[in-house]
């Protein structure tokens, strides 16, 4: 992510941040005080001060039911600028609520607030809300369950009791000390030196046994485990010993159950799995294991693994609800740590539920077409200065469409919204890559990328398909990526170059997987399509060591999209195209 810049934020936003986000409710009103802080949290031996939501790491859990209006009062009391985005809420009409700063928002200086406004409308299930700013969001996350309405029962069996289970990074040093090297240099950010499950290491790490998550569990019952990935940086498998996971829901959209041992889960993805307990006490216990999914060179991701352990309650303990520690403990088998085709395998069986009450709502006709290259490039080394790039004298630097995203220093939508976007961004981003190569074969070679800070510019209501394509220039990796403010349909993904006459004729339009975050295959590509269907201006992103993001601005007759690539931390590419034909 990019650097923090000061910003003063004229009245007329903050009117039009009120005006924008009252709106009609036809749930309750669930009102949260988010208080930013220092706190001090130890971790692998050793003490810091991060920085938290009132005190706590993960954050506060957001609660809400379908059609509720949430509102939370956001207070910076920490010397970072500060913003707050809603991972996966639609924000229909209430793209100021969004969070991304410099985008949708102007920063929260130190010891100002802002107040986020919006409404869930049509979403029921496991989303998250993180810091939207730097590398904060190391620290700055946690949960949001939507439930949903009144009255309305689950698609699938109703479990006993549910569970947020949260994955995440954590960092000895001062994360904005690690992504302030990273930008310093234009080498790759210093790796995590753990992974954590609510924030907490775990026993396969030194001096953790202490800080592990445990699942305290009954014999005979169904657990819903809402799984959700807030690394920075890593795809992640998950699998519990001798506990398959029936898969009811991903990124908030029911899907057709299916039941697997091992769940693959990229940055920003959530995932609902029932977890059945066994029918009587096993005299056992259970690791929870999750280990990264990576392509990349060695030594450029965090090659560890997180442990949680799963206790059964001990029926014969004369004291209730006890747990024995003398038991064996089990442990799965995840997939090797490259292993693309488990990941393949794993990705093409997840469906839409696609029913009369929850359908699939498949654009058949395209309005607009784009063809997105993602992937890492290079920027020459400033004169006199030391870089750390695939060679000394070039920096890293991811790119859509050989695009480099130029991080404004006024928000997206404050400059479309008012009329004042000269000089802030162009509307020229390119539908497809000015130069084509051989996108997974040999790279070109002249690998730099341009900047620009550039957006895609729709008409409102347009049907969009966008493939995007995985480069190998530095290497093929795989780049999950986020699309703020909508859902979309994984229609079709593959190895390889994207063949628009084969690849097109096998696309699934009957009830493909509906997602807010798709990860795109290493040297391979992912199409999606969906409805430009939200004026306002909203997100996309993507991690492992290349983040993507899509924004929107809009008004009520046109979108306008801003992609901006990250690579390596620091935000180094946008998109922009305009139209393209059917």
């Known amino acids: 992510m990019a650097t923090s810049y000061l910003l003063r934020c004229s009245s007329l936003v903050a009117v039009l941040v009120l005006l924008f986000s009252i709106g009609m409710t036809e749930g309750a009103i669930r009102e949260y005080q988010f208080d930013v802080q220092m706190t001090n949290v130890t971790r692998l031996c050793s003490s810091k001060s991060i920085v938290t939501v009132n005190g706590q790491f993960p954050g506060p859990t957001v609660f809400a039911r379908e059609g509720d209006l949430v509102v939370v009062r956001v207070v910076n009391h920490v010397p970072y600028n500060m913003s707050i985005h809603w991972h996966g809420i639609r924000q229909l009409r209430s793209g100021w609520a969004d969070g991304p700063a410099y985008i949708t928002q102007c920063p929260i200086q130190s010891g100002q607030s802002y107040v986020y406004k919006f409404t869930i409308t ?164 259970y690791y929870m294991l999750a ?60 469906r839409s539920l696609a029913t009369a009450e929850y359908p699939a709502d498949v654009p058949r006709e395209v309005d607009r077409r784009f063809f997105f290259t993602v992937g890492l490039g290079t920027h020459p080394c400033a004169v006199n200065g030391t870089c750390q790039g695939p060679t000394n004298d070039t920096r890293f630097a991811a790119s859509v469409n050989n695009v480099s995203f130029v991080l404004p220093t006024t928000a997206l939508l404050q400059a479309h919204f008012t009329g004042r976007s000269n000089g802030v961004y162009s509307p020229n981003f390119p539908a497809a890559p000015l130069v084509p190569f051989n996108y997974t074969g040999t790279p070109p070679n002249n690998t730099n990328v341009s900047n620009g800070t550039k957006l895609v510019v729709l008409p409102y209501g347009a049907s969009v398909e966008l493939v995007l394509q995985g480069t190998s220039i530095q290497g093929a990796e795989s780049h999950p990526l986020h699309l703020h403010g909508f859902n979309f349909f994984v229609v079709g993904q593959g190895f390889g170059n994207f063949d628009p006459v084969k690849d097109l004729a096998r696309y699934n339009l009957v009830d493909p997987v509906e997602r807010n975050t798709v990860g795109v295959p290493a040297a391979g590509w992912v199409a999606i399509r969906f409805r430009a269907d939200n004026p306002g201006f909203l997100q996309n992103q993507t991690s492992n060591r290349a983040t993507v993001w899509m924004r929107q601005i809009s008004n009520l007759n046109s979108l306008w999209w801003c992609t901006c690539v990250q690579g390596c931390g620091s935000c180094i590419a946008t998109w922009r195209s305009t139209s393209a034909g059917a």
């Open 291 to 350: 280990a990264p999914y990576s392509t990349a060179r060695s030594g450029t991701f965090d090659n560890t693994t997180v442990a949680g352990i799963l206790e059964y309650e001990d029926p014969a303990s004369p004291s209730p609800a006890a747990f024995n520690k003398n038991l064996p403990v089990l442990k799965p088998t995840l997939p090797q740590i490259n292993d693309t085709s488990f990941v393949a395998n794993y990705t093409g069986k997840l």
């Open 122 to 285: 049509g979403q029921r299930g496991t989303l998250w809300w993180h810091a939207h700013i730097s590398w904060l969001r190391a620290t700055v996350y946690g949960a949001i369950v939507i439930l949903p309405k009144p009255g309305v029962p689950y698609p699938f069996p109703a479990p006993d009791k549910e569970v947020p289970i949260m994955f995440g990074e954590w960092w000895t040093a001062d994360t904005e000390a690690v992504i302030s090297q990273a930008l310093q240099t234009g080498g790759g950010p210093n790796v995590s030196d753990a992974f954590t499950i609510n924030g907490l290491p775990g026993p396969l790490y030194n001096c953790s046994a202490k800080d592990t998550f445990k699942l305290k569990v009954q014999p005979g019952k169904t657990y819903m485990l809402r799984i959700i990935n807030a690394a920075l940086n890593d795809e992640l498998f998950f699998s519990i010993a001798g506990h398959p996971l029936t898969i009811v829901d991903v990124d908030a959209v029911y899907i057709k159950p299916i039941t697997v041992e091992t769940i693959l889960i990229t940055p920003g993805q959530t995932t609902n799995v029932l977890l059945t307990t066994k029918p009587s006490y096993p005299g056992a216990t």
